[in-house]
């Protein structure tokens, strides 16, 4: 079979999966170049080569089923760098780049912390744009971490990994000029909305415990004003809906200008605020 015809065969079984046809034909040549190890200007150049249809078939099976793509290519890309991810961990998506700007917008920011860091996509970034600045990163996940270390080392980022939860692995007596987190946000009750790709992530790094999906915003603002030097940043992304009520939780636990930052879809997507008080 040519490898065009192939790349046509593969699109229509994941259109009659349930993915979109856009998607679908660009999946199936991604998924081509991947298994048969082929440059992008190769896969556009050979398409009437032959093409050995055996070592696509278990991808393209396992996208059938609506394994989520990055889990199968084993990276994707993020604020221009192309990131290691594994089932253990939150495949990095676009909206959270918008965290990272607010990060980096923030003024004299030589201490951070990265709270839930999953792939490291955050704290890796920021290390790599901010190479002077000490950045720790935190997560309950050893296999989470074992994948943030992966990027952080590709990358030629230092960035201090710390197993355990929320706030608790960082060091005593230090003070952060910047915490950040894409913490889990998700409802259970939600569970029925979501796709079989989304439901194919890690469930710690989705779901939060509580019914409204904002008991990790409660917790973080309870708890990190004792961890921000004055003028710290505290920013965090949030789901669709959810960024009032986590501007109210911050502004009640002593945060001043805070700040609702929109996404492209113009949704509210990031929650910053400032640590003026004396910890």
Not at 218 to 234: F, N, T, V
Request: with cysteine; glycine share 8%; net charge negative.
């Amino acid at each position: 079979m040519t490898l065009s015809a192939l790349i046509f065969q593969a699109s229509e079984r994941l259109i009659l999966a349930g993915i979109p046809p856009d998607e679908a034909r660009l999946e199936a040549r991604l998924l081509a170049a991947h298994a048969l190890n082929l440059t992008r200007e190769a896969l556009f150049l050979g398409q009437s080569d032959e093409a050995d249809t055996a070592l696509l078939e278990p991808f393209l099976c396992r996208r059938e089923s609506r394994e989520p793509l990055a889990y199968l290519l084993g990276e994707r890309g993020f604020y221009g760098r192309d990131f290691f991810v594994t089932p253990d961990v939150l495949i990095p998506r676009p909206e959270t780049e918008l965290l990272v700007e607010t990060t980096l917008a923030h003024p004299k920011v030589e201490t951070l912390a990265d709270i839930g860091t999953g792939s490291g996509c955050i704290a890796v970034t920021l290390a790599c744009e901010l190479p002077d600045v000490r950045i720790f990163a935190t997560d309950l996940s050893e296999r989470a971490l074992s994948v943030a270390r992966r990027n952080a080392e590709r990358l030629g980022a230092a960035v201090e990994f710390l197993p355990g939860d929320l706030l608790g692995p960082l060091p005593d007596g230090f003070l952060f000029d910047a915490i950040v987190s894409n913490p889990p946000y998700i409802s259970f009750g939600e569970k029925a909305t979501l796709s079989p790709e989304v439901l194919g992530e890690p469930h710690v790094a989705l779901f939060d415990v509580e019914a409204d999906g904002l008991g990790f915003y409660r917790r973080l603002a309870s708890k990190s004003s004792q961890k921000l030097a004055p003028g710290g940043l505290l920013a965090v992304e949030v789901g669709q809906g959810q960024a009032a009520p986590v501007a109210q939780l911050w502004s009640a636990a002593g945060f001043e200008d805070v700040t609702i930052l929109l996404d492209l879809a113009g949704i509210g997507r990031v929650v910053r605020g400032i640590w003026h008080l004396q910890p």
